[in-house]
């Protein structure tokens, strides 16, 4: 069954550095989302993308947040300057179409020390 | 931003009994997601409710959409250990051409042998 992976499972990195989490949506997928979960939080939208373009984003997707399909197979979170407040499970999510449900990534965990 | 509730957030019941789990809002949504997560893994995509007062069965799963698409609840019947998880309801609008998920506070369900 086709799957959505994300990479690396696990990022450890210091307050202030750029980190970037890497997706791979299903292939014939025209819909990538990204969503965040804080540590026994709710799961919380941060960014749709279609057509190589953000679609909607939400408050937490502020500046030091950005996306990119870089190529025709990976999607790309990235955070310019990590602060503590941004541990969290980070998943990434594909759709076949605008509407119905999604399918999920495993996720990768960041932790900002 | 949309607010969904969900009631109640931890259930603890034996093998073979029945539950019922509650996703509550006041906004209404064009269709409403239920997905299960497990420890450390991302959602998995149960079932899309998209009409007003619409039931979906899945198995000893039973999925209803309330008549004015603001609720919505999930009935396990004979609950069965592998069904302990995480349950999250999310309400899905539609606007501009795009699809916006917004996930509820989630249901914890603990099934023992």
């Known amino acids: 069954e086709p799957e959505v992976t994300q990479t690396p499972s696990h990022q450890v990195t210091q307050m202030g550095q750029e980190v970037i989490l890497r997706c791979v949506p299903i292939s014939n997928h025209l819909y990538f989302y990204w969503y965040r979960q804080i540590l026994g939080q709710k799961v919380e939208f941060l960014v749709s993308?279609?057509?190589?373009?953000?679609?909607?984003k939400s408050e937490i997707f502020d500046d030091q947040f950005s996306v990119e399909r870089p190529d025709g197979s990976n999607f790309t979170l990235k955070i310019r300057s990590t602060k503590l407040e941004d541990s969290a499970m980070y998943f990434c999510?594909?759709?076949?179409?605008?509407?119905?449900?999604?399918?999920f990534g495993s996720g990768t965990r960041l932790t900002v020390v | 931003t949309q607010l969904l509730e969900q009631s109640p957030q931890f259930l603890s019941i034996q093998e073979g009994e029945n539950l019922t789990v509650y996703c509550n809002s006041s906004s209404v949504f064009s269709s409403l997601q239920w997905y299960r997560q497990e420890p450390g893994e991302g959602p998995v995509l149960l079932v899309t409710?998209?009409?007003?007062?619409e039931v979906k069965k899945l198995k000893r799963l039973t999925f209803q959409f309330g008549d004015a698409r603001k609720d919505s609840s999930l009935h396990i019947t004979a609950a069965q250990p592998g069904d302990t998880g995480l349950y999250l309801c999310?309400?899905?609008?539609?606007?501009?051409?795009?699809?916006?998920?917004?996930f509820g506070t989630g249901t914890k369900l603990q099934v023992i042998p």
């Open positions: 999310a309400g899905a609008e539609y606007s501009g051409g795009y699809q916006k998920v917004t």
């Open positions: 999510a594909s759709s076949e179409a605008h509407v119905g449900g999604y399918t």
């Open positions: 993308f279609y057509n190589n373009e953000i679609s909607e």
């Open positions: 409710v998209v009409t007003g007062g």
